[in-house]
């Protein structure tokens, strides 16, 4: 491990149809596609997605946003993916993401950031592990 990262394009990005372009950007960074889908993700499994945030106080708040609408999920390979894909959407919130990141292009706000990226291997692997079974990767 240590070559994937996971990754979902969010409700309001995949509502703007700004899912083609993201993807690009993805494919042109020199990631390879492993595994997609569109999902529609209840509040129960969104919340289990996101249970590390529990405690945080935009956790409801995360959870209704996520179960609000479809989202894309997909694996991603690349060398030192994990850390190359955070570099490559931008900082959480949008006003602090660098130029020429994903989240400094397509992100409305702090809350609504468009896209998201596993922050270590060990997460990757988890939340690659919650969406697609080994049949589903290729
Ligand atoms: N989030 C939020 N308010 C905050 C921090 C985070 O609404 O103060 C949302 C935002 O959508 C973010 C997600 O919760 O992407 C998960 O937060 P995390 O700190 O893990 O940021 P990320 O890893 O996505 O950059
Ligand atoms: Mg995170």
Same mark, same amino acid.
């Given at each position: 491990?240590?070559? @994937?990262?996971?990754?979902?394009? =969010?409700?309001? &990005? *995949?509502?703007?149809?700004? /899912?083609?372009?993201?993807?690009?950007?993805? $494919?042109?960074?020199?990631?390879?596609?492993?595994?997609?889908?569109?999902?529609?993700?209840?509040?129960?499994?969104?919340?289990?997605?996101?249970?590390?945030?529990?405690?945080?106080?935009?956790?409801?708040?995360?959870?209704?946003?996520?179960?609000?609408?479809?989202? @894309?999920?997909?694996?991603?390979? =690349?060398?030192? &993916? *994990?850390?190359?894909?955070? /570099?490559?959407?931008?900082?959480?919130?949008? $006003?602090?993401?660098?130029?020429?990141?994903?989240?400094?292009?397509?992100?409305?706000?702090?809350?609504?950031?468009?896209?998201?990226?596993?922050?270590?291997?060990?997460?990757?692997?988890?939340?690659?592990?919650?969406?697609?079974?080994?049949?589903?990767?290729?």
């Amino acid at each position: 491990m240590g070559n @994937i990262t996971f990754t979902m394009i =969010k409700p309001e &990005a *995949v509502e703007a149809g700004n /899912t083609g372009a993201i993807l690009k950007r993805i $494919e042109e960074s020199g990631f390879r596609i492993v595994a997609m889908k569109k999902v529609h993700l209840s509040e129960e499994k969104a919340g289990k997605f996101y249970e590390v945030h529990k405690e945080r106080p935009f956790y409801s708040e995360l959870i209704e946003y996520m179960s609000g609408g479809p989202i @894309i999920v997909a694996i991603l390979e =690349k060398e030192n &993916a *994990v850390s190359d894909f955070r /570099t490559l959407i931008g900082a959480t919130n949008p $006003e602090d993401a660098a130029n020429g990141t994903i989240r400094k292009e397509f992100a409305t706000s702090l809350a609504m950031n468009a896209i998201h990226g596993s922050d270590s291997d060990e997460n990757a692997k988890i939340e690659a592990d919650f969406h697609f079974s080994n049949q589903e990767r290729f």
